[in-house]
């Protein structure tokens, strides 16, 4: 069996050596996640750095169930420009939209072929990846005039990586599926850094073929995955990890900012943190540039703000109490009303200032 991993470098490649070692639940169990082995399809290449579809002929999965060709990326924002980046540094045919078509530009530098609307991208690629802001435009995108939708059809996939809720996410796999093609949800846990360096970890859930069929490329993307079932199942897992993240963030805002009322030097505060149980590369990450009020984007106020907002619905509508995520929205609502909805969501600690920085 041929077996795809991923070397810390972030190259992929495979092994039957550790093909056969991986044969042994004892040493699987130890791997991990990111090192566990992958089957994949014989007709994958074998060399490095990995090229898995220049070198194809065109066939397409439309008429032969095979590995797809041409992929094609809508929304090239923070998350979306990289992880395009990715796939055409892999080898992959890529073709890609974005609203502004200005952040094509680069990407088309690098050998990306463009496509001036939505439908036009699907309609020439075998599966499309969607990186939207929000609910909103994730529909718009998929189901709007010339959206996604109106180009896909059998043999063909819409995978959408951005973080909606799960209803939003059933109304577009209901629209792409009304085309006769597959749809897979797969938001990112990761943010700009693990990004560029293809280093995210999929949610997926939808249909499972398509989820074999592009876990390739999520393993250009990503350094781990997740098949979660129905749709839905990944928005909500993607929607309770940013819950979570959201509410951490706030309480470690308060602590900063206590640290320092009370005559403690909040660097100091990261460093403890830190090393002890409730350590999280986020706040090592984050935590010296808050102190110095200083909010580089990677991911951005308003969308942190959405994600707990979708997450409250989700508990709402299971009638789960939330209330430490509740106060936290809050805090975000607070932030974004003193026009801090670009920065990163670690600005929200201004909205626990007696007067807010600019
Ligand atoms: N940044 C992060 O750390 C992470 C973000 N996410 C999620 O990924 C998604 C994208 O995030 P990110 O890349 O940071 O966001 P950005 O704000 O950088 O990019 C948003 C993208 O959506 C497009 N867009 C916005 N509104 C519309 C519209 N009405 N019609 C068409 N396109 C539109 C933008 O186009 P244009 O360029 O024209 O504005 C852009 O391509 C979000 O759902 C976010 O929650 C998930 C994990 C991490
Ligand atoms: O949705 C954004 C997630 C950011 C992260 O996981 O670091």
Redesign the pocket.
Known sequence: MSLLLKASNGHLFLSSSIASMATCSSFCAQLPIHFRPIPIASSFPTNQPFKPFSAQASISPANDGGSPNTIGF????????PMAQNLIKSGCDVTVW???KS?CDPLISLGAKYKPSPEEVTAACDVTFA????P???V??ACGKHGAASGMGPGKGYVD????DGGTSKLICGHIKASGASFLEA??????KP?EDGQ?IFLTAGDKSLYETVAPFLDIMGKSRFYLGEVGNGAAM?LIV?MIMGSMMATFSEGLLLSEKVGLDPNVLVEVVSEGAISAPMYSLKGPSMVKSLYP????L???Q??MRLALGLAESVSQPTPIAAAANELYKVAKSHGLSDSDFSAVIEALKGKVQS
């Open positions: 809508l929304g090239l924002g923070i998350m979306g420009s974005n609203r502004t952040k990186m939207l802001a929000d909103e435009c994730a718009e995108v990586v951005s973080t909606v938001p990112v846990s990761g943010s700009k990004a995210l993607k940013n984007t990677a991911f951005p308003k969308h942190q959405k994600d």
